[in-house]
C-alpha cells in the first residue's frame, strides 16, 4: 500500500516555473514506476510525465517535452516534476500515481495508487 501526497502547486505566471513535489509513504517505493498526470475541468485525465522505479526511463506527454522534467530520489521517497515555461493551457489539478511494477506507462488506467492532487494556475 502506497500513500502520496502532492504539494508544490500554486498560482504563476505564463513563462514561469514551478516544482511540484509527490512524498510517498511505504518501504517499496523504488519498486513502483511513478507518473504525473493532470486534469482541466471538462477534460479526461492525462499523463504528463513518467519515471520508472529505478529512474533511468523517462516518457513525456508530447505538449510538455522540452519543459518539464521528471525525476525521483527514492532515498527520500520523492518523486519531483520541474515545470519550466509554464503555458496557461497547463493549468490543471496535478496528480502524482504510483504503479504497482517498474515499468513506464502513460496510461492512467495502470496506475493503482493516486493522491489528492494539488493545483496549478498559470495566467497569461
Known amino acids: 500500500q502506497v500513500q502520496l501526497v502532492e504539494s508544490g502547486g500554486g498560482l504563476v505566471q505564463a513563462g514561469g516555473s514551478l516544482r511540484l513535489s509527490c512524498a510517498a509513504s511505504?518501504?517499496?517505493?523504488?519498486?513502483?514506476?511513478m507518473g504525473w498526470f493532470r486534469q482541466a475541468p471538462g477534460k479526461e485525465r492525462e499523463v504528463v510525465a513518467t519515471?520508472?522505479?529505478?529512474?533511468?526511463?523517462?516518457a513525456y506527454a508530447d505538449s510538455v517535452k522540452g519543459r518539464f522534467t521528471i525525476s525521483r530520489d527514492n532515498a527520500k521517497s520523492t518523486v519531483y516534476l520541474t515545470m519550466n515555461s509554464l503555458k496557461p493551457e497547463d493549468t490543471a489539478v496535478y496528480y502524482c500515481?504510483?504503479?504497482?511494477?517498474?515499468?513506464?506507462?502513460?496510461?492512467?488506467?495502470?496506475?493503482?495508487?493516486w493522491g489528492q492532487g494539488t493545483q496549478v494556475t498559470v495566467s497569461s
Open positions: 500515481a504510483a504503479r504497482s511494477t517498474g515499468a513506464v506507462s502513460l496510461n492512467p488506467s495502470d496506475y493503482t495508487y
Open positions: 511505504g518501504r517499496s517505493f523504488s519498486y513502483y514506476a
Open positions: 519515471i520508472s522505479g529505478g529512474g533511468a526511463g523517462t
